[in-house]
């Protein structure tokens, strides 16, 4: 029995770039590159778990550099206990994109921090780019102060993708990490596996690195052998 060769590379997650959204149609991406290209106030992208939020975030920052413009980026939940501290310490720059809205409802200390760092950034004439699941006009829990100016915001409104365009997406991030898929594979993989996003990027890494290690294109006979191979983990 051969000895499967280390991978020669890390998994990596695929440029989060505006180009590569999905739906490329979609109004919130349109009102997004408006926003960028000149749009006036602060714009919260607004959608449920899964929908594209962090990466049309991310690829306003990425287009923000591009331009040579600073950007400031707290993605909340990452930061965890620590968020507060982090958004205090966030100079007010030009554009500031706050990621994970939701994640100041449960902390009032949060909420003061958010609201200064608006004010803050405001003052100096930059803009605020949040993203967050629910609608923070309806969170009775939060600052009324916070509410009120994020409630002036804009806000796009993101849905979920469609099964096509789910598997639309997953082909172009398996084609960006140098993976091919026939339509048997992919009919194969989508029916033993969840639809949500962050779900299948995990698969998409977990594959990545195991057809690498393999030597093995992503055919039904190996997918059949790593859908086994992780149920006995």
């Known amino acids: 029995m051969s000895t499967p ?6 998994a990596r997650p695929p440029r989060a770039g505006l180009e590569d959204f999905l739906p490329a149609d979609a109004p919130a991406l349109s009102l997004l590159r408006d926003w960028l290209a000149g749009g006036r106030g602060n ?3 607004r959608g449920p778990a899964g929908c594209g939020k962090s990466h049309l975030l991310l690829g306003a920052l990425e287009r923000i550099a591009a331009r040579g413009e600073q950007a400031g980026y707290l993605p909340l939940a ?3 206990t620590r968020a507060d501290a982090m ?5 007010a720059l030009p554009w500031v994109a ?4 939701d994640e100041a409802l449960i902390d009032p200390a949060l909420q003061r921090a958010l609201f200064a760092l608006h004010n803050r950034v405001g003052d100096q004439g930059g803009r605020m780019l949040y993203a967050s699941r629910g609608n923070p006009g309806d969170w009775t829990s939060l600052l009324p102060d916070l509410r009120s100016r994020l409630g002036q915001s804009v806000q796009a409104l993101l ?6 365009q789910r598997r639309e997406w997953f082909t172009r991030r398996a084609a960006a990490l140098g993976m091919q898929l026939d339509e048997a594979s992919l009919e194969y993989l989508f029916r033993r596996v969840g639809r949500d996003l962050p779900g299948l990027q ?5 594959l990545d690195v195991d057809s690498l290690a393999a030597q093995r294109r ?3 006979p190996f997918l059949r052998d790593f859908l086994a191979a992780g149920e006995s983990d």
């Open 159 to 164: 849905q979920p993708l469609d099964e096509a």
């Open 98 to 101: 706050v990621d994970d809205l």
């Open 78 to 80: 990452a930061l965890g």
């Open 202 to 206: 995990r698969l998409l890494d977990r």
């Open 5 to 10: 060769q280390l991978p020669l590379r890390l």
């Open 87 to 91: 958004v205090e310490a966030q100079p």
């Open 43 to 45: 714009l919260l992208l």
């Open 218 to 220: 992503l055919t039904v």
